[in-house]
């Protein structure tokens, strides 16, 4: 357990001291959370700091947080609990990256922030990139990675001076941004590493979902992990903060298995007992559709000097 008193957090696009409205309150009673809340794709649990909307953007974000050092411990001994959707996961992403290489200057060197077990670094190669490199701070999910891959993963933060600077094609991130405790710092960084030219290909929450709005305070996407999250508007307006243009919006369909989708709904525990048993019967539990359910992508490059 990690014992931490809570910071002040400011609006990452507007800064110090942007008027912000209360959203929702706090709702755990004390700053006292375990690894297992910071496991990535755990099933939700509703557990989110007070949650502000900024009165000059729109930006949505925890306002306050635990120490980011407090937040880095926690990663780090996370666990990795989507096993048994990363099949659909590599479809999903996979078939996004094609779409996305039409804009890569190369298929030189590819870096994925937060790889997880580096299943889309996998992905990556099958699709002709020479090299990859991935970043992931929960040492539970690097001792997952295949060989040919662990040995290009760095376990731990990503953070400045991790890697030389102007050597990546592309840079992909796919439900981290939302992680991070300083996106301008992060972003900096990621431009210092891209080559001229080169692509970052973002995937992050969706506040202006449909499932956002109908589902208020229970969707899943209001959760202790997130920091901050955004819209269409928001997540450009972050991008182009920090210098990078030629940017695109996408709306991403993502494809899970049916018992996961029902795991995110909001339907309480009895009910969704229920509905997985009848999937589970039917043996339908593993099968898998796609969905435009909340989720937005980005695509932004780093200009020419």
Not at 50 to 72: A, D, F, H, M, T
Not at 224 to 244: A, D, G, M, S, V
Request: a positive charge; proline letters at 4%; glycine letters at 6%.
């Amino acid at each position: 357990m990690v014992k931490s008193d809570l910071i002040k957090q400011e609006c990452a696009i507007c800064g110090n001291n942007a008027p912000f409205e209360v959203l929702y309150p706090a709702n755990f009673k004390a700053a006292q959370i375990d690894e297992d809340i910071f496991s990535a794709r755990r099933i939700p649990d509703c557990c989110h700091y007070r949650l502000v909307r900024c009165l000059k953007c729109g930006l949505i974000y925890s306002n306050p947080i635990l120490e980011e050092e407090k937040i880095k411990e926690l990663y780090k001994r996370s666990k990795l609990t989507y096993e048994p959707e990363i099949k659909n996961l590599k479809k999903t992403y996979g078939d996004y990256l094609k779409k996305v290489i039409r804009v890569i200057p190369g298929k030189g060197n590819l870096l994925e922030i937060g790889c997880g077990n580096g299943f889309f670094l996998q992905e990556a190669l099958k699709q002709g990139f020479k090299k990859v490199w991935g970043v992931e701070p929960s040492l539970s999910a690097v001792e997952k990675a295949p060989k040919r891959i662990k040995q290009n993963i760095k376990n731990e933060i990503f953070h400045q001076g991790l890697f030389k600077n102007n050597f990546f094609d592309v840079i992909c991130f796919f439900q981290t941004l939302d992680h991070i405790v300083d996106p301008n710092k992060f972003l900096k960084t990621c431009y210092e590493v891209l080559k001229e030219k080169g692509v970052i290909f973002c995937i992050v929450h969706d506040t202006d979902s449909l499932s956002a709005r109908l589902m208020g305070e229970k969707t899943p996407i209001f959760d202790i992990e997130h920091t901050f999250l955004y819209n269409k508007k928001t997540l450009r307006q972050i991008f182009e903060k920090n210098n990078f243009e030629n940017i695109e919006e996408l709306d991403i369909a993502n494809e899970y298995s049916l018992r996961y989708w029902i795991s995110l709904f909001p339907l309480g525990e009895h009910l969704k007992a229920f509905f997985t048993k009848s999937l589970t019967f039917f043996h339908l539990q593993d099968k898998s559709i796609k969905i435009k359910v909340g989720n937005i992508g980005i695509v932004a490059q780093k200009p020419k000097k």
